[in-house]
């Protein structure tokens, strides 16, 4: 089992920036790759980013390069995401995914991010 709780969305004006936070509990963190994955209204899912057990290997969806930038912390069981000069096609509720196995086994219940005037 796994729990998943994000948290640090926000309404926020264009060129803003956010951290996003995953708070984790009930396995063993630094064992597994997480991803962040976000949904714009009305729009299917997209994934985002993933990043490996350790940190060291980290990865960006094409149009995500540049602006987004995932972390983690195993000593706390967190997973973050960075997000600088917010777009309004950035609106979205991020969620956070554990991996394994290469599949998206648990997920939070997101947090929703507002880029507007």
């Known amino acids: 089992q796994g729990q998943l709780v994000e948290s640090g969305g926000d309404l926020v004006q264009p060129g803003g920036s956010l951290r996003l936070s995953c708070a984790t509990s009930?396995?063993?963190?630094?064992?597994?790759?997480m991803n962040w994955v976000r949904q714009a209204p009305g729009k299917g899912l997209e994934w985002v980013s993933a990043i490996s057990s350790s940190g060291s290997n980290t990865y960006y969806a094409d149009s995500m390069k540049g602006r987004f930038t995932i972390s983690r912390d195993n000593a706390k069981n967190a997973l973050y995401l960075q997000i600088d000069n917010l777009k309004s096609e950035d609106t979205a509720v991020y969620y956070c995914a554990k991996r394994s196995g290469g599949l998206m086994d648990y997920w939070g219940e997101g947090t929703l991010v507002i880029v507007s005037l």
């Open positions: 009930g396995f063993t963190f630094s064992d597994y790759w």
